[in-house]
């Protein structure tokens, strides 16, 4: 969790456009969940939120948004936006910071790191500059502290890395930067993948999970980002059950994601919670939330386009 200067406590988000084999894919907008719980919209959207549009299938989409890539030569979902921590109005120039630099290089001077922080006072990374290093930093996967809020751009961890994942104490953990490039992205963790957000200004490794399994940290959840899936902030807090509206991937539960409305019966919304199922389970279809009103047990990926250890990766949705 983080919070605003005024003490307000703020949910993060996560957007991301997920495909399931033989349904096309969906998108949830891209904002800042104020707690008001699904379905609402938060007095600090930013400018850019586009309203829903459907494409030529019928099927309700939105414009899509930054992008997101595990290094693969397939072409990677649209969206995923990581949004929140609080705002900061320190400009450039603060703590001998200066604008703009590339995350993927670190074109810094020595002593410095580029870093992702929100230009504007708003609680979205949009922007770059070089910080100074702190002076006995962390390494991926050490706790962390940032210095003003958690988009201010300004902690501990070392080159090449940033706090993620910040709570309302300003206390997170070092997550690694992608090496290589944007078009070849690569992690040095085999157990993480590259997921870039926020127009390029985020590129981090973050790790590769099973969303049947709890492999996740506390408070974190496993979520679908591109062709695989990673461990991403749990959102969902009261709401995020079989059914609920949903704007945003990790509002839902653990164990579920945000789908389509014509794949959840019900559904009030263009997105609504669904549950992930297991295929080798024989009764697998009669077991999702939503069996009565037509949902099944269907393959999450592609045949011939399964990942290894995703073989029985499956989701409840209504058939086409």
């Known amino acids: 969790m983080a919070v605003t200067p005024e003490g307000e406590t703020m949910r993060r988000a996560w957007m991301a456009m997920v495909c399931v084999a033989g349904w096309g894919c969906a998108e949830v907008e891209p904002d800042i969940d104020d707690g008001a719980g699904p379905g ?70 020595e002593g410095e790191k580029c870093m992702p922080w929100a230009n504007d006072g708003g609680n979205s990374w949009n922007a770059t500059k070089c910080v100074p290093i702190a002076e006995t930093p962390g390494e991926p996967g050490d706790a962390c502290m940032v210095d003003g809020s958690g988009v201010s751009g300004f902690d501990d961890c070392g080159e090449h890395s940033m706090c993620w994942d910040v709570d309302e104490e300003g206390m997170g953990t070092c997550v690694a930067f992608c090496d290589g490039n944007e078009a070849s992205p690569v992690c040095e ?67 579920l994601w945000c789908a389509p409305a014509s794949g959840v019966p019900d559904c009030p919304t263009a997105n609504c919670c669904t549950s992930f199922c297991d295929l080798s389970d024989p009764d697998a279809s009669a077991s999702c939330p939503g069996a009565a009103g037509g949902q099944q047990c269907v393959p999450w990926y592609e045949e011939g386009q399964v990942p290894p250890d995703y073989e029985d990766l499956g989701t409840c949705l209504i058939p086409e």
Do not use: K
């Not at 030569?73 to 995923?80: A, I, N, R, V, Y």
């Not at 993948?193 to 049947?212: E, F, Q, R, S, Y």
């Not at 695989?228 to 704007?247: K, L, R, Y």
């Open 40 to 109: 609402s919209t938060s007095a600090a959207q930013e400018e850019g939120t586009a309203e829903e549009t459907a494409d030529d299938d019928g099927q309700t989409t939105l414009p899509p948004g930054e992008s997101s890539s595990d290094g693969g030569e397939e072409e990677s979902s649209t969206g995923c936006s990581f949004i929140g921590c609080d705002d900061t109005d320190g400009g450039c120039g603060a703590g001998g910071a200066a604008c703009q630099c590339d995350v993927w290089s670190n074109d810094c001077n």
């Open 189 to 255: 963790n085999p157990d993480t993948t590259c997921v870039i957000a926020n127009d390029g200004v985020l590129n981090l490794c973050l790790p590769i999970c099973d969303p049947l399994m709890s492999s996740c940290a506390e408070g974190q959840a496993c979520y679908p980002s591109g062709d695989t899936f990673v461990c991403v902030f749990d959102a969902s807090a009261d709401a995020g059950a079989h059914g609920d509206p949903c704007e945003f991937t990790n509002v839902c539960d653990p164990g």
